[in-house]
């Protein structure tokens, strides 16, 4: 049996929830969607620690999705003694080493070093990947113009978005069961789908399997019209089968 784990569901300012990041569980092992700031205590809320994280993939090169990975590289090696496999999608691994980490990871007690030293890299060429039977297949949605960021479709049943702005076409293809889709509570966003844009651009009937994630602290104002319009907000701790 294999399922997912909202670990958190906060948008990048909120402090009533962690980081918008989740986790796959099968088989016994555990891959994280994303690896944001808070994520050690997002796993302690859950009773785990970094050593029992086997894998992660990147969804995307911002804070609250990958600033988790430096404390994860450094426990994993200099503490627990492992090297946790890291999924990257094509053209993340340029922004996340390059831009983003090789800062404060780059060089250690013993001198230079590389991305490969703390993680086994799988760079992903755009074919689905498995994790313990579980199937993910990943699409460049729409956040940041330019920017390499994705989307995941996991076991032909749920869709997970990633941080973007409305996909309509793209989950419509696809025919999720259920999905787990990025908002904003503002009236806009450049970067983010608002809770208006989803109630115009997606039929009534997709509305009602989709759960709202990556929320503002205000979203209890917002409850009553998204429990009516769609399946609600995305839980912290909220547990979907896969």
Request: glycine content about 8%.
């Amino acid at each position: 049996m294999a399922e997912l784990t909202m670990l958190g569901v906060g948008h990048s300012e909120a402090i009533d929830h962690w980081n918008n990041n989740a986790m796959i569980e099968a088989n016994g092992r555990r891959l994280l969607i994303d690896a944001g700031y808070t994520i050690k205590f997002a796993l302690r809320d859950r009773g785990l620690t970094l050593a029992d994280i086997d894998a992660v993939f990147i969804t995307h090169a911002h804070a609250d999705h990958c600033f988790g990975l430096e404390r994860l590289a450094y426990e994993c090696r200099f503490r627990y003694d492992f090297k946790p496999t890291l999924y990257l999608p094509p053209g993340v691994y340029e922004e996340l080493w390059e831009h983003t980490l090789k800062g404060v990871m780059g060089q250690i007690g013993e001198g230079e070093a590389q991305l490969s030293d703390f993680f086994d890299v799988v760079l992903l060429d755009g074919a689905p990947f498995e994790f313990e039977g579980v199937e993910l297949a990943y699409f460049q949605n729409r956040h940041t113009p330019t920017k390499p960021s994705y989307g995941l479709m996991i076991n032909n049943r749920l869709l997970f978005s990633g941080d973007t702005r409305p996909i309509p076409e793209l989950i419509a293809e696809r025919h999720p069961e259920i999905v787990l889709h990025d908002c904003t509570l503002a009236d806009w966003n450049p970067v983010h789908a608002s809770v208006q844009e989803l109630y115009e651009q997606y039929p009534a009937e997709l509305r009602q399997r989709l759960y709202l994630m990556s929320y503002e602290d205000n979203f209890e104002q917002h409850r009553s019209q998204v429990e009516q319009e769609f399946a609600g907000f995305a839980r912290q701790g909220q547990v979907f089968d896969l």
